[in-house]
């Protein structure tokens, strides 16, 4: 029972048909509390400028409204920036730095009310020049902080003795997180200033700080509870924080309860993104395609605030080299202030922008020597005669990379598919297909050291049922129930009996966010801890009572036994109450072994990585530049996977998004700094057609984590993200091309194929 419940038992989401009938609770659906009342928001209609004192009268005098706050009305700090960051207000105070930014927050007796409120305010703002893309920053000298330059050897020197150089130039556009669930919070006051949040939120711990510095209390006074949450990939990280202080100034200020839910185009519209990112680069190489030097520069646009910005540019730098080896580098990392919302997390953290460097760099080498880019890429895969260390000091596991890569060519057939697509492009002229491969390793941890902590909380009842809570957040990836097969597994029982309870800062506090693909890593072990003490504990009951050894006594299939003895679990937990043995327990991980220089930029940032390899065919029309994504082939490596349904769940699912990224979902700005892609209608996401008809995903078998994981299974929640360039590749092979912005619009297709002269009939 203990091996079909417990770790490595392809279970499904615990929520799965909740889900599927709608019976799953999220924060919208909380029965309303006795006098409810509804929160809007009043957001900038410019991108940037001086900001008068703001005339609550017109919204006041609107029915139903109950009350206007401004950035007056915060009895704390109107700071919600993460802890020892610069200051970043939650209503603008003054000074306007982009479009859709806080100014005010309406309460009314209905939703209804409090839009016509905020509606009704008209803010009076002097416009000032907004700078809207990260090449005017750089004009401008306009940056969030001082730039990070990852070194290694001297690349200038080794760019000048090298018997090739190229140089190019390409942009990533960002990506809007576009969850099912927007975000939302309801925060209900209690007696003596106590306030229970529930928030969509990504970080519980940070809604309970940030709230706690804008209300001007103790922390203890604010708990914040999430069952789950309806997608958030990154969005629901920090931003998520500044809404859930919203709802509770005004609950605070009102003192009834407050429910605040942005709509799409607002949500959009206030919320950060995925970073835009420049890429300027300079690479050496020789004959045999082995690049010698490489001299790159990452500018990410991280709209006008710091936000996680600096996180976000540490991964694309110490990810831009992926699994390649390139003895003398210098990388520079840079974080650009523009008039836009301020960008933030999204699944990845920056790795997928970084990661795309080296695929434009091996694709432009491999141009200019007339080889394959698959040949180019081989020739530097990190190992196997080159370097294993990366420029920052941590080794990457060379015999892993080529396995994933090997494994995904043969599976995909590489050579006859290869040889199929040079065959059908020579016969057709309009219609050409491509063929792109990717390889990747991926760090897993927190750049942040402190981040890497997580704790939990289980109780083993006299019934023998088990209560399970932990910091980790449910959105749907499949956590709850990874480490519900954890706390099973210890305890040999069916995982109906462990009771999956809501992420709560009263029960579990201090915790890091879900995020970083690091939710099973760390709260399964904190799990695990938690239950092993509580099972030692049981098992010295058992020994006693049987005269045996406690080492003997086993846990299996829902009973315990050792030697010719055994009962069932709950009759033993009946045992232990009686015999007051404390079935309660607590349990602390932090990630072992890990360190980061963060002014030296050197160090074992990263507890171990994953690798994965992709294979991608698609079929471009070259009047018009639309294309479809005929096949793709995945191999990624999850080590021992705790759940292979999940995990191969959020393989597709990550690819698809990725798929998003990188062609369809584009971002636009007009000239006055205004999003104009703001809902369905002009943002376009992947659909169901968008899914490739013929899509295979295999997990490597046999090759579980080295570092010590929990049951030496593998992070996945992000590096599948990044199995989606080999399209990118693909495109550019079926365009005839070497560079091609993204996202790969069928507009940039379509331009890109004529400037290199592969649109039939061009000119005429």
């Known amino acids: 029972m203990a091996r079909r419940s417990g770790p490595g038992a392809a279970l499904r989401q615990d929520s799965a048909l909740r889900h599927a009938t709608g019976e799953a609770r999220f924060t919208d659906d909380i029965p309303a509390p006795p006098g409810l009342l509804h929160a809007a928001l009043v957001l900038s ?18 029915p139903g409204v109950v009350a206007v706050l401004g950035a007056a009305e915060i009895p704390g700090r109107n700071d919600i920036a ?54 005017e920053a750089l004009e401008a000298g306009s940056l969030l902080m001082p730039p990070m330059v990852l070194a290694r050897g001297n690349a200038r020197a080794a760019l000048e003795a090298a018997p090739h150089r190229l140089s190019g130039q390409f942009q990533a556009g960002g990506q809007e997180h576009f969850y099912l669930e927007g975000q939302i919070a309801l925060a209900v006051p209690g007696e003596d200033g ?14 309970q700080h940030v709230a706690a510095r804008v209300l001007g209390c103790d922390q203890n006074r604010i708990s914040v509870q999430v069952r789950r949450l309806g997608g958030g990939f990154g969005g629901k990280e920090s931003n998520a924080s500044w809404v859930a202080a919203c709802a509770a100034l005004a609950a605070r200020h009102t003192g009834r309860p407050v429910k605040l839910r942005l709509g799409r185009n607002q949500d959009i519209a206030a919320t950060g ?44 730098v110490t990810h831009a080299l992926n699994c390649l080896d390139v003895p003398d580098v210098t990388i520079t990392g840079l974080a650009c202030k523009t008039n836009t919302v301020s960008n ?25 020597l007339g080889r394959s880019q698959e040949a180019v890429r081989e020739c530097n895969l990190a190992g196997g005669g080159n370097g294993e260390e990366t420029p920052y000091g941590q080794a990457l596991e060379g015999d892993l990379i080529r396995r994933v890569w090997a494994e995904c060519r043969d599976g995909a057939q590489w050579e006859r598919r290869r040889a199929e697509v040079d065959a059908f492009n020579a016969s057709h002229e309009v219609v050409r297909r491509g063929l792109g491969s990717f390889v990747l390793a991926f760090g897993i941890s927190f750049g942040i050291m402190s981040m890497n902590q997580a704790g939990a909380l289980v109780h083993v009842y006299e019934d023998g049922s088990i209560r399970l809570n932990h910091g980790g957040t449910e959105m749907g990836q499949g956590l709850f129930i990874k480490v519900a097969q954890v706390v099973a597994g210890v305890f040999g ?11 709560s800062t009263a029960e579990v506090p201090n915790t890091a966010p879900t995020a970083a693909s690091t939710g099973s890593d760390l709260n399964g072990w904190a799990a695990h801890l938690a239950a092993m003490t509580i099972r030692h504990r049981m098992a010295e009951q058992a020994a006693a009572e049987w005269g045996v050894s406690p080492g003997d006594v086993r846990f299996e299939e829902g009973e315990v036994l050792a030697g010719n003895h055994r009962m069932r679990f709950g009759e033993l937990a009946h045992r232990c109450v009686q015999a007051r043995v404390s079935l309660s327990s607590t349990g602390f991980y932090r990630t072992p072994g890990i360190h980061w220089d963060p002014v030296r930029l050197r160090g074992q940032p990263f507890f171990y990585f994953s690798y994965g390899a992709a294979i991608a065919e698609v079929e471009l029309d070259l009047l ?37 990224w990188l062609t369809c979902e584009e971002l636009w700005w007009d000239a006055e700094g205004r999003l104009r892609t703001l809902g369905p209608s002009t943002y376009k996401i992947p659909g169901s057609r968008d899914v490739p008809p013929e899509f295979h995903v295999q997990m490597l078998e046999g090759a579980p984590a080295r570092a010590e994981t929990i049951f030496r299974s593998k992070a996945v929640g992000e590096p599948p993200v990044m199995l989606a360039t080999a399209v990118w590749n693909a495109l550019c092979d079926a365009a005839g091309v070497e560079h091609l912005d993204l996202p790969a619009t069928p507009e940039r297709l379509l331009m890109a194929a004529r400037a290199a002269g592969g649109r039939p009939g061009a000119g005429g």
């Open 344 to 368: 933030t997390a999204f699944r990845g953290f920056g790795g997928p922008q970084g990661v795309l460097l080296m695929e434009e760099v091996t694709r432009h080498v491999a141009r200019a």
């Open 45 to 62: 209609p410019v991108a940037h400028g001086r900001l008068a004192p703001l005339d609550f009268s017109p919204a006041r005098a609107a």
């Open 493 to 503: 029982v069916p995982v109906e009996r462990v009771r999956i309870t809501a992420t």
């Open 194 to 207: 106590d306030l229970v949040i529930h928030s969509s939120t990504q970080h519980p711990t940070e809604v």
């Open 82 to 135: 993460q802890a020892g960051k610069a200051p970043e207000v939650m209503l603008a105070e003054g000074l306007v730095e982009h479009w859709g930014q806080p100014l005010a927050i309406v309460v009314g007796e209905s939703r209804d009310a409090a839009l016509a409120g905020a509606a009704a305010l008209r803010p009076t703002i002097e416009p000032l020049r907004p700078v809207l893309s990260v090449e």
């Open 624 to 660: 018009t530049g639309e294309h479809r994504l005929l096949r793709a082939d995945l191999a990624q490596d999850c080590g021992a996977s705790l759940n292979p349904a999940v995990d191969r769940g959020q393989i597709e699912g990550a690819f698809v998004q990725g798929l998003g």
């Open 273 to 316: 993104k995925r970073h835009p990112m420049l890429f300027r680069w300079e690479a050496g190489f020789d004959g045999n395609g082995r690049i010698l030097a490489l001299d790159a520069t990452l500018a990410a646009d991280g709209g006008h605030s710091l936000d996680l910005s600096g996180g976000v540019v540490f991964r694309a």
